[in-house]
């Protein structure tokens, strides 16, 4: 099973504490129990780092890219054809511009679900979106 991880999971999974931590380790730990893989793409590094970079924090960015290098963590590209079924989301479903990226990416590279914290995009149905309580 592979799952495509919004931005919002790795986040909670590495910057916060409390709830939002505990679902997204919760979650992420049950995918690697299960022998799972975890797909995120570019743009999800790219959110991933803007806050440790723009503090200097060299020792989190060196988390965060062990993290993106590990063998269950799979980098999907965002390519052209990403780019067409992103247009046809953001205009059927009015997403935003990354959410519809996020989602054009893993229907494209065929992960079985998409996991987020956000629930205006369990209307998307063309992935199973698992949105976490």
Not at 35 to 40: D, H
Not at 69 to 88: G, H, K, M, N, S
């Amino acid at each position: 099973m592979t799952i495509y991880c919004d931005s919002c999971i790795l986040i909670s999974f590495f910057d916060h504490t409390g709830a939002w931590n505990q679902r997204a380790t919760d979650r992420l730990a049950g995918l690697a129990g299960a022998g799972g893989l975890i797909a995120t793409s570019d743009l999800v590094r790219l959110e991933c780092r803007v806050k440790p970079m723009y503090l200097g924090d060299s020792a989190r960015l060196a988390v965060l890219d062990a993290f993106f290098a590990r063998l269950d963590v799979r980098c999907v590209p965002i390519t052209t054809d990403v780019f067409e079924r992103a247009t046809a989301i953001r205009a059927r479903h009015r997403f935003k511009l990354g959410d519809s990226l996020h989602l054009a990416a893993a229907v494209e590279s065929a992960c079985d679900s998409f996991l987020t914290n956000d629930n205006r995009l369990a209307a998307f149905t063309d992935i199973l979106v698992e949105v976490l309580p």
